[in-house]
């Protein structure tokens, strides 16, 4: 017999430490390095070295190999191997795209895991045995005709010999293939001494099986450990599985190490209503208990079913609670943060130029092409130019920005310098990206187009000292591009389209997962099957939820379950067993706290518990300890009842006399105030104070629609325009504005279609305006003066307004003012004017007298161009015979404008809108002290 | 034999019960749990099924029980979107799909986009083509609010996309216009009212039908009342006979107008903008929410061998199970049918396989609800009939449960009482009224329980009548509090708490005042799915936050934080900071950004700030701590930032409330989750500027064991049942609640195939539109049946609240029903009366009375949901635990280092490292020897290894060459060499305290009891560099020599750095 297989009881601790004793023992002197380890995680190993080192005498050696098969086989490959490459797992779809070109990408990542199945389970089965045997289990399942799904299955089978020919043709090798090799030269090359078999991968694939009996074959004495206990056999399907093979070699004794007292199958489990909860349960549990002196975090692992959901919820958590912990855990390359840089470049480059991902890279840390001043200002300037996307837009940046500043204030020189500096950065993006943009490709065009812009980009240049992190992002981003060049190289060029090529680039980056570095410190937080083989005093085991643990198989395109079982490929069953024997290892080697739990709610889901927990479930007794900053915090403000509200009170300056001052400097004498702000005042002073006197507002992100503030300039300009050089006859009327609205579209620059569409909507409105004209002069007034600015002082205020037209009467003094409006309009009643909801109109006329005193004004009217029509203040077109008296009005309105400055001086800005239901519609309305009733959120049936 | 069955099953019946039963009874004739497919009306019903299901199994059969329970999750008790979800994966690959398909999460950014895109291309790249013209048309009637009208029309119809693709315009049958056309033409009043007038039909393309309708205009008063209805003439049957008909003849010219204006729109749409959408759609091979049930349907109408393939996979179905059969839409019943079809028929292979199918449907059309999402109540009566028609009178059977387990006698005689009379429908009333069956009480407790009604009288707008209602909740609720009128599991009575209490609103509308009421009585609550998430001042003081952060130049972000709570600057201090006039635009005219380092544009609020530094220590802390934040964007994950300044900046301490709590975590989890699936910083404050609009709701609160008044809406009081409910609000109006462009669009389903849509932006012609006013209608009989369901949720006592207003006109209210029914009347000292008095328990009473029976009441309100009361423990220090041993890994390179040599050399620089140091490692080893050959034969093979493009392996294998040729030539050669008692890649682990190191070093030569240690520097260096690199490597080299010196037990250790480039080595020790 060449050794021992040592059958170990659940709950057995330490079980790595007695085998290696063994090993050691079987060795002289301090060179180690006839030992072969094999173990199941490189997390586990990790731990081996580490449990290794503890246990030799020496204090320093020459240490054994410890390896997973995995790492085992492709060390050896690489040492051995003379003439093949490697095709990385996450290049076999592209592989297999290239073998059948019409599936999706996630198609062929499903026929390449079919393909690694097979190869794995069926290492010696021929193509012609597999198709037979599946063709006997289709017909013995007793259907009237499967042709689809027969056809699916043998197109892959069909696949998987071109695959298996191409890569041998080309001397590239797979994953499996590197087994089966290493299998092949462990023969001739290799001797052990002293072989352990730390038995925890259990599911060995037939395979893997090959390669560890070529293993004990070349082996002088094997160590091997496996798991065996009669009280519960139905958890041990897995290790006993393990442990026929092992005997059917017939070179091994056994021997049975002693029973533990109890088996633990029906623990206490723990519900929270949320993952949050959950995670501080077991953060509380844990310093609770270290404090108490009963727990120590070497010896506690903190695991839940699906680590990725909890991730970095435990890491925030946990540093809340100043717990040390180390988590272990992959991480797709697509999710780091230079990675993500660059994936917005290639979105930005592919779909372009769309403002948000222009501006994130542009923005981007992670590029230092590009100065400082881009990355703080482009974000802004480009909202502020309204860029949507478009190579157009970004040339037109810097005129787009200037103007768009100027609109609203003035611009200086060094403001200037700095927008053309971004300008030209922004050209030099375009340029650079151009020559990457092609609609067709191969991967190695791209690849190499990828690498020169990244590097004229410099991106990651300059982080790499601080941050080890972004070295090993950057190779592994880059062994992809070089992965993709040799593929292309040895298999043949494909072109795809830039969008074909996103896809699968971004597939690549999703599937490439990037290693962490194994650090053991504090708690250890592992994914659930990453514990395998690890022992704990302690373990929290969380997420115990049925739809995570012990989860469904992953779901397979190619072949039912049912035919899966029958070709003894992993399937439903052994999901379940692999997942219950590693949960009932974990949880019996555990003797201090063990703590199960799970969420049970989830956005609108009712998450029920795992099928293996007990049925002792129990609510979670909340801790009457503060562990955090953050709790501590709240449980003060809490005692204090603190009142968020008090922070956002109504704003009133009428005590404070320094504001006062910068008010009435601000809003003096001098200030000019236009109508149009005043009326802003009574609709709501608080907003008021923030748009008007706070200046504050954002930016709306860039629309392509022609706004309606937009047609109202163009309107006004062309009722300007009309009559600029004089009054026409109204014979001439139609011709002349079909002529003005030309020339002032073609000054405007807007596009092709909105020009278009505007010149039908007028045209369609000129009979109408024409009516309207017609009727005026009938009245016997004329346009008098066209868009005049007016100022006129109220006592000290000065007021200010821009009349769109004044009409005159031929024959005397009187006169009419209009205001064109394009936006909803209605009647004015002196009511509105009374109560200060109105005070445009009349105040036009005050300023208007104040400037023309000679002038009698017999109206004032708003042109509705919307409604085609005028809606005359005094003279309504209703039959309704009272009219109102125009001073009268004026009065009103005076009066109020005189009472609105003051308190705009006073700094009063009450909470008084004018109509509640604007306040639904109010940017302000989450910080603003009015609380309004729900009415006013924006609410849609599908809310109840 | 088990027979088909539909169940009408009333609330309270236990209608869960019965489907757990049923499930369980099919599980008993041995049928395996994955041919029975459960339909359920949401993911939590599925949940709770199966809890039903696996406890009731418990009792009943253990050893099935624990086979099933491992299965747990292949048990298909699911919605019908997730089960037509597994099904389309199932075809994933056959409709050309991924496979591993998702629901796409975000589908209004692509529709956004596509909106964007297919105007852009149509309005620039297709001038002069049918739909640049159909665009304009579209647009232009509408004037300066043509495109967002049309916008927003686009949207509504995308909301509504699963019907809207299956939709079609109604059309006129030409041949009824024409035979009109002629009655009129012949009728004597034509002549008589309109001599000269040409009544005439449309050329049958319609094409002329705009000038139909023109002149029609000038007419209209002839035959129409100023409000547009036929004027009547009752004493001539002749001439109101002609009245009709113009009326007749002139709204279908009306209608067929504005269909045609509409179908123009909606071939747009379709073709155009929704075309845009789909193929993005397409090009993902992902599906959104709406296409599941579509894509489901056709699958199973258009792919022949479906049911061979799920059958294939295991996956196919002979048992059907639904809940809450009201709510299932025609498509979901067509689906429904397609599944169980084959059976249905009597062909199927399955009969000949001797299994038997049979599909289960339970629920109420009582407590149909979801109109608005197509659910109608009819599918009862239409699964009825396809039922009867298709299986054997032995086959199936109906029942009509009458049962009633939940309520006390008062509620259900008052049930019994009122909704007969609201509910009118007879037997032959279209299908879409309810009709009401007594309830009989099952409940076995003699108590009769409460029902009362609470009506205040007042008048004016309804936000001030919600006001009154809401405080007489109030009352009401201090009235009962502590009253032994709720019964437990034993039926003993027991004293009121809050928690028993539920107040059921119809919509959200008035929620506040009822919270303010409450509040303003100490009366503890909690809103149950609150919404508006995003208006929530904690909210939008976070969101401001990662604005500003990710772009600093936002002033208004930047205001809203500084002045919150986290920084609590006054207004006063804002207001001079944003005056601060003092601050010029630059330094100096020349600077630029770029030349000047220290001036910032001092155009934001944040330059502004940042300039006002100097006058308070107070603004430089806060600014120090922002800078350092904005500095961190990118490089640290976004929801650590706000978690530490939430920390720093205590914003805890203000947001200590627990609903504020949870929604600050619900907060940081959205942030969390965006940036774990890639977002950008700014990509997350779009996403935020996105979705802040939309309706979202608020993060539950737990409610477990909290004494709490419960306000929810009676659609998320589907299916709950509590001791004590208030029905508020009887006296709101049904008003349209739907906004504009949805309003104006009206779907109208009438099977799974056949959908009309009709769009009619005019009031005043929906008004004549028969479609409108039916539907219409419609909504009515669905306020009855929300009415029931709220009604019916009561176990022991129901209170009904509201104002009347004797005054009013009567328009239709739940208090206008009820008045009716009842015989309400307000008779002397305001007091009310009414028909009632053989119900025990009920009463009518006015808040006069009320105020009365509560003058006395004080209440005493522990405030037991708030800081316990025990003084709670600190613990904030952290865990200081050494672990056993650190282990270090020696690495060859130092970081610092190999980032140098890969800034100046480039990438493969590091990698041809590694290279030279195995082709080093196999000659020591002797595996290779050192010539040229065998050094580029072992390169090679290197470079395969490495996946080492071609194009950079020339260069590389040049400078493998070169140094070949360098240490040809120096002393390096013969340390390369085999030699005996020589180590290459000596692998080693040294144990110090409680470090443990381990390693590898290049090459170990012993001779002369002394151990030389050599490690390879294969990189270029310059000489200059050489002393600084071994002060560098120094620590690395003595770990070396203690290890080897331990391990051969020699006290004498000598360490060299070994320049490969240079040919040089280097002693160090
Ligand atoms: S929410 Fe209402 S009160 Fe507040 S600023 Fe807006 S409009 Fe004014």
Redesign the interface.
């Known amino acids: 017999m060449k050794g021992t297989i040592y059958l170990a009881p659940f709950g057995k601790q330490k079980a790595t430490e007695f085998l290696l004793t063994k090993a050691i023992e079987s060795i002289e002197g301090n060179d180690f390095s006839s030992i072969l380890y094999i173990g199941p995680t490189p997390r586990k190993i990790r731990d081996a070295q580490i449990t290794f080192a503890k246990l030799v005498p020496y204090p320093s050696f020459i240490p054994p190999c410890f390896y997973t098969i995995k790492q085992f086989a492709s060390e050896f490959f690489q040492e051995y191997s003379k003439d093949k490459r490697i095709l990385s797992d996450f290049i076999k779809p592209l592989l297999i795209k290239k073998l059948s070109p019409d599936i999706t990408i996630g198609y062929a990542q499903a026929i390449a895991d079919f393909i690694r199945e097979i190869k794995q389970y069926h290492p010696d089965t021929s193509i012609e045995e597999l198709k037979k045997k599946i063709l006997a289990e289709l017909e013995a399942k007793g259907i009237f005709s499967y042709d689809e799904v027969q056809k699916q299955i043998f197109s892959a089978i069909d696949i998987l010999t071109k695959y298996n020919d191409l890569l041998r043709k080309n001397n590239w090798v797979d994953a499996e293939d590197i087994l089966t090799y290493t299998t092949e030269i462990i023969k001739e090359k290799v001797t052990i001494k002293t072989l352990v078999l730390d038995g925890f991968f259990y599911d060995l694939t037939r395979i893997e099986e090959k390669l560890v009996c070529e293993l004990i074959n070349k082996a002088e004495k094997v160590l091997a450990l496996s798991f065996y206990d009669s009280r519960t056999p139905e958890a041990y399907a897995l290790p006993q599985e393990f442990l026929t093979f092992l005997r059917s070699l017939n070179v091994l004794q056994e021997e049975k190490l002693p029973d533990l007292p109890d088996i633990r199958n029906d623990l206490p489990y723990y519900v929270f209503s949320s993952i949050e909860e959950e995670v501080e349960a077991i953060a509380g549990l844990i310093k609770k208990q270290f404090f108490e002196k009963k727990l120590s975090l070497n010896h506690t692992i903190v695991t839940f079913s699906r680590l990725r959901d909890y991730e970095s919820l435990v890491r925030r958590t946990f540093t809340k609670y100043g717990i040390p912990y180390s988590i272990y855990l992959t991480k797709p390359l697509s999710k780091t943060q230079p990675v993500i840089a660059v994936i917005e470049l290639l979105r930005s480059i592919i779909n372009g130029y769309p403002r948000s991902s222009t501006v994130a890279v542009l923005s981007s840390p992670y590029f230092k092409r590009f100065s400082s001043a881009t990355k703080e200002w482009i974000g802004h300037y480009s909202r502020l130019a309204g860029i949507i996307k478009d190579e157009r837009d970004w040339k037109g940046f810097e005129k787009r920005t200037i103007t768009a500043i100027e609109e609203d204030r003035e611009i200086t020189d060094c403001e200037i310098q700095t927008i053309k500096q971004i300008q030209k950065e922004i050209n030099t993006f375009l340029a650079l990206t151009s020559r990457f943009k092609q609609p067709h490709n191969s991967l190695t065009g791209f690849a190499q187009g990828l690498k020169q812009l990244l590097a004229q980009f410099e991106w990651c240049q300059g982080l790499e000292t601080e941050n080890q992190q972004v070295v090993k992002i950057k190779n592994e981003f880059y062994r992809i591009l070089d992965n993709m060049e040799s593929f292309e190289l040895d298999f043949g060029k494909t072109e795809y389209s830039e969008d074909e090529f996103m896809r699968i680039f971004e597939y690549l980056l999703n599937y490439h997962q990037l290693l962490p570095e194994v650090e053991i410190k504090g708690v250890a937080v592992l994914e659930f099957l990453e514990t395998r083989g690890l022992d704990c005093d302690h373990l929290f085991f969380g997420g115990l939820s049925e739809d995570k643990f012990p989860g469904e198989v992953k779901y397979d395109p190619v072949l039912p379950l049912w035919l899966k079982q029958r070709l003894n490929l992993p399937g439903l069953e052994r999901h379940l067993a692999r997942a219950k024997f590693h949960y009932f290892r974990l949880v019996n080697t555990a003797r201090g706290e063990t703590f199960l739990s799970y969420y049970n709610t989830d956005a609108d889901r009712l998450l029920l518990p795992s099928p293996f927990l007990g049925n002792d479930q129990r609510n979670f007794e909340p801790f009457n300890i503060i562990f955090t900053q953050e709790q501590s915090a709240r449980h003060q403000g809490a005692i204090e009842r603190i009142d968020f509200t008090k922070f956002i009170s109504p704003v009133n300056f009428s005590q404070d006399q320094e504001i006062q001052k910068v008010l009435a400097q601000k809003f003096g004498p001098t200030h000019r105030f236009s109508v149009t702000l005043l009326e802003k005042y009574p609709r709501c002073p608080h907003r008021f104070y923030l748009e008007n006197v706070l200046e504050l507002s954002n930016l709306e992100e860039p629309r392509y629609e022609v706004e309606a503030k937009f047609w109202g300039n163009v309107s006004h300009k062309i009722m300007e325009r009309l009559y600029q050089r004089g009054i026409i006859p109204i014979e001439k009327l139609e011709q002349e504005i079909e002529k003005v609205v030309d020339a002032v579209l073609q000054e405007e620059n807007l596009p092709v279609f909105w020009q278009e569409a505007f010149r039908r909507i007028f045209n369609n409105m000129i009979p109408e305006l024409i009516k309207i004209e017609q009727r005026m002069r009938e009245q016997g007034y004329q346009p008098l003066k066209i868009e005049q600015y007016f100022t006129a002082d109220l006592n000290d205020i000065r007021l200010s307004a821009r009349i769109d037209r004044i009409d005159k009467r031929s024959d005397s003094n009187q006169i009419r003012i209009i205001d064109y409006k394009t936006g909803k309009t209605s009647n004015v009643s002196a009511g509105q004017i009374e109560s200060g909801f109105h005070l445009q109109l009349p105040l036009y006329a005050y300023i208007v007298k104040k400037n023309r005193p000679k002038l009698e004004i017999i109206d004032v009217g708003i042109y509705s161009l919307a409604d085609n029509k005028v809606y005359w203040l005094i003279s309504k077109d209703t039959n309704n015979t009272e009219s109102n008296d125009l001073n009268q009005l004026i009065e009103y309105a005076v009066a109020h404008a005189q009472k609105i400055v003051n308190q705009i001086r006073q700094g009063i800005f009450d909470l008084k809108p004018l109509n509640h239901g604007d306040c639904r519609n109010c940017d302000y309305l989450p910080i603003c002290p009015m609380k309004p009733d729900e009415e006013n959120i924006n609410l849609s049936q599908e809310t109840i | 034999m088990l027979k088909s069955k539909i169940v009408s099953s009333p609330a309270g019946s236990g209608k869960t019960q019965k489907l757990a039963e049923r499930y369980i009874e099919l599980l008993q004739q041995n049928i395996p749990p994955e041919r029975i497919l459960t339909i359920t009306f949401?993911?939590?019903a599925a949940?709770?099924m199966?809890?039903r299901i696996f406890q009731l199994l418990r009792e009943k059969d253990l050893k099935m029980y624990q086979i099933l329970?491992?299965?747990?999750?292949?048990l298909r008790i699911q919605t019908i979107d997730s089960f037509c979800l597994s099904l389309l994966?199932?075809f994933?690959?056959?409709i050309?799909?991924?496979?591993?398909l998702e629901v796409l999460a975000d589908p209004k950014a692509i529709w956004t986009?596509s909106v964007?895109d297919t105007?852009?291309t149509?309005?620039?790249k297709e001038?002069g083509t049918s739909d640049?013209e159909q665009l304009?048309n579209s647009?232009?009637p509408n004037?300066?609010?043509?495109?967002?009208n049309l916008?927003k029309l686009f949207d509504s119809l995308f909301e509504k996309r699963q019907s809207i693709e299956r939709g079609k315009i109604p059309s006129y049958q030409y041949a009824y216009l024409e035979s009109l056309v002629s009655q009129i033409k012949n009728h004597p009043i034509t002549s008589q009212k309109i001599p000269d007038f040409p009544i005439r039909a449309p050329k049958e393309d319609f094409s002329d039908i705009d000038d139909i309708r023109k002149d029609l205009e000038s007419i209209k008063h002839t035959f129409l009342t100023q409000k547009n209805c036929p004027s009547s003439d009752i004493c001539h049957p002749e001439i109101h006979e002609w009245y009709q008909l113009m009326f007749q003849y002139w709204r279908i010219i009306l209608t067929v107008v504005s269909n045609q204006r509409f179908s123009v729109i909606f071939d747009l749409f379709i073709k155009r903008f929704l075309g845009e959408y789909n193929n993005r759609k397409k090009?993902?091979?992902q599906v959104d929410f709406n296409d599941l049930e579509l894509l489901t349907y056709r699958v199973l109408t258009e792919h022949p061998?479906w049911s061979?393939?799920l059958?294939?996979?295991?996956e196919h179905t002979d048992h059907i199970l639904v809940d809450e059969f009201q709510d299932t839409s025609f498509l979901q019943w067509a689906i429904i049918t397609k599944l169980a079809e084959e059976w249905l028929s009597g062909l199927g292979?399955k009969r000949e396989r001797g299994i038997k199918p049979t599909i289960f449907l339970v629920g109420d059309d009582k407590q149909s609800i979801y109109l608005?999402?197509n659910a109608h109540s009819e599918i009862f009566e239409k699964a009825k009939s396809y039922l009867t028609s298709r299986l054997k009178s032995d086959e199936l059977e109906i029942v009509e449960d009458t049962d009633n387990y939940r309520s006390l006698s008062s509620i259900i005689d008052f049930t019994n009482l009122v909704f007969p009379k609201i509910m009118t429908a007879n037997k032959d009333a279209p299908p879409w009224q309810t009709r009401y069956r007594h309830f009989v009480r099952k409940r076995n407790n003699p108590n009769p329980g409460i029902v009362q009604i609470i009506l205040d009288t007042a008048e004016g707008k309804m936000?001030n009548l919600r006001q009154i209602d809401a405080e007489l909740v109030a009352l009401k609720i201090l009235d009962i509090i502590n009253k032994p009128i709720v019964f437990d599991i034993q039926e003993n009575a027991r004293p009121c708490r809050f928690e028993d209490i539920a107040i059921l609103l119809?919509?959200?509308?008035?929620?506040?005042?009822y919270e303010n009421a409450l509040r303003k009585y100490n009366i503890p609550f909690v809103i149950v799915k609150g919404?508006?998430f995003?208006?929530?001042?904690?909210?939008?003081?976070l969101i401001s936050l990662v604005n500003f952060l990710?772009?600093?130049?936002?002033?208004?972000?930047l205001?809203?934080v500084l002045?919150?709570?986290l920084f609590?600057l006054s207004?006063?201090e804002?207001?001079?900071i944003?005056?601060d006039l003092q601050c010029d635009?630059?330094v100096t005219?020349k600077?630029?950004?770029?030349t000047s380092t220290n001036?910032?544009?001092k155009?934001?609020?944040w330059t502004r700030f940042k300039n006002n530094a100097k006058t308070s220590a107070r603004y430089q802390d806060v600014i120090s701590k922002l800078t350092n934040w904005i500095s961190q964007?990118?490089?640290r994950?976004m929801?650590?930032i706000l978690?530490e300044i939430?920390?720093i900046q205590?914003?805890?301490?203000?947001?200590?409330?627990p609903q504020?709590?949870?929604n600050i975590?619900k907060f940081l989890?959205i942030v969390?989750d965006l940036?774990?699936?890639?977002?950008?910083p700014?990509?997350i404050c779009?996403y935020f500027?996105k979705n802040k609009?939309q309706?979202e709701?608020k993060a539950?609160v737990?409610t477990?064991g909290r004494n709490e008044v419960k306000l929810m809406?009676?659609?998320?009081a589907k299916g709950l049942q509590f001791p004590v409910v208030f029905f508020v609000g009887l006296d709101e109006k049904f008003e349209n609640?739907?906004?504009n462009e949805?309003a104006y669009l009206l779907i109208n389903e009438v099977s799974e195939s056949e959908v009309w849509v009709s769009y009619e932006p005019d009031s005043n012609l929906r008004k004549l539109s028969p479609l409108f006013d039916e539907y219409k209608s419609k909504e009515l009989e669905e306020e009855k049946r929300i009415f029931y369901v709220g009604v019916t949720r009561a176990r022991d006592a129901l209170f009904l609240t509201g104002v009347y207003n004797p005054k009013s006109s009567q328009k239709e209210s739940r208090l206008n029903w009820l008045i009716n029914a009842l015989d309400i009347r307000l008779i002397e000292d305001n007091k009310l009366s009414c028909n009632v008095d053989n119900i025990p328990g009920f009463s009518i009473i006015s808040v006069n009375e009320l105020k009365q029976t509560i003058k006395n009441i004080k209440v005493q309100l522990s405030d037991d949901n708030?800081?316990?009361q025990?003084q709670?423990?600190?613990?904030?220090?952290?865990?200081?635990?050494e672990?056993?041993?650190?282990?270090r890994a020696v690495t060859k390179e130092l970081?610092?280092i190999?980032?140098r040599v890969?800034?100046n050399y480039g990438?493969h620089w590091?990698i041809l490292g590694d290279i030279l140091h195995k082709i080093f490692e196999k000659i020591s080893q002797g595996k290779i020897r050192y010539t040229i050959e065998d050094i580029e034969?072992e390169a090679?093979?290197q470079f395969?290894?490495h996946?080492?493009?071609?194009?950079n392996q020339p260069a590389m294998l040049d400078e493998i060459k070169k140094q070949f040729e360098t240490i040809l030539n120096s002393e390096i050669l013969s340390l390369i060499q085999p030699q005996n008692n020589s180590y290459a890649e000596?692998?080693?682990?040294?144990?110090?305290n409680k470090i443990?190191y381990?390693g590898r070093i290049d090459r170990v030569i012993i001779k002369d009891s002394v151990v030389n240690i050599y490690d390879y520097k294969t990189f270029p260096i310059s000489e200059t560099e050489i002393s600084d690199l071994i002060q560098k490597y120094l620590p690395q080299l003595k770990i070396y020599q203690?290890?080897?010196?331990?391990?051969f037990s020699v006290s004498k250790t000598k360490s060299y750095l070994v320049f490969t480039q240079l040919g040089k080595i280097i002693p160090c020790s």
């Open positions: 949401t993911e939590k949940a709770e199966k809890e329970k491992e299965k747990s999750l292949s994966k199932r994933a690959v056959n050309g799909l991924q496979p591993d986009d964007y105007l852009m149509i309005a620039e001038k640049y304009l647009i232009v004037k300066f609010r043509g495109w967002p916008k090009v993902l091979r061998e061979n393939i059958y294939i996979f295991d292979a608005f999402r936000a119809r919509r959200r509308t008035h929620l506040t005042r919404a508006g995003y208006d929530s001042p904690e909210i939008a003081i990710s772009d600093p130049t936002r002033n208004y972000d205001y809203v002045k919150s709570p609590a207004e006063k804002l207001l001079l944003n005056e635009l630059c005219e600077d630029t950004l770029f001036s910032d544009l155009i934001s609020l964007i990118g490089y994950p929801v650590e978690e939430l920390d205590n914003g805890w301490k203000t947001f200590w409330q504020q709590v949870v975590k989890k969390e940036e774990n699936n890639g977002s950008h700014l990509a779009d500027e609009d309706e709701s539950n737990n477990e809406t009676i659609h998320s609640h739907r906004k949805s708030q800081a316990s025990t709670p423990v600190t613990l904030l220090e952290p865990i200081i635990e672990p056993e041993y650190h282990w970081t610092e190999e980032s890969r800034q990438e590091i034969t090679v093979s395969l290894i996946n080492i493009p071609k194009s000596l692998p080693f682990v040294l144990k110090e443990v381990s203690k290890a080897v010196s331990k391990i």
